[in-house]
């Protein structure tokens, strides 16, 4: 696959799939997580807000794949 069609298949593939993520991550933040502890709310949104990072990041470096 040449390196311009990688870079653009990785880039909808990011997109996407930040949109997708966001909406599930803020339709349970407010949900279920609502009527958990105040420390149990902090540590989801933590982990959420944290969690795309490795996935994006290796796509990112398949994408930077000469």
């Known amino acids: 696959m040449h390196v311009r069609t990688r870079k653009l298949l990785g880039a ?30 902090l540590l989801y949104f933590v982990v959420a807000g944290l969690a795309w990072v490795l996935p994006a990041g290796l796509l990112l470096r398949w994408m930077a794949r000469p």
Do not use: D, H
């Not at 799939?17 to 997580?33: D, N, Q, T």
């Open 12 to 41: 909808v593939v990011l997109l996407l799939f930040l949109l997708v993520y966001a909406v599930a991550v803020a339709s349970i933040g407010a949900g279920r997580i609502t009527e958990a502890s105040p420390l149990l709310q």
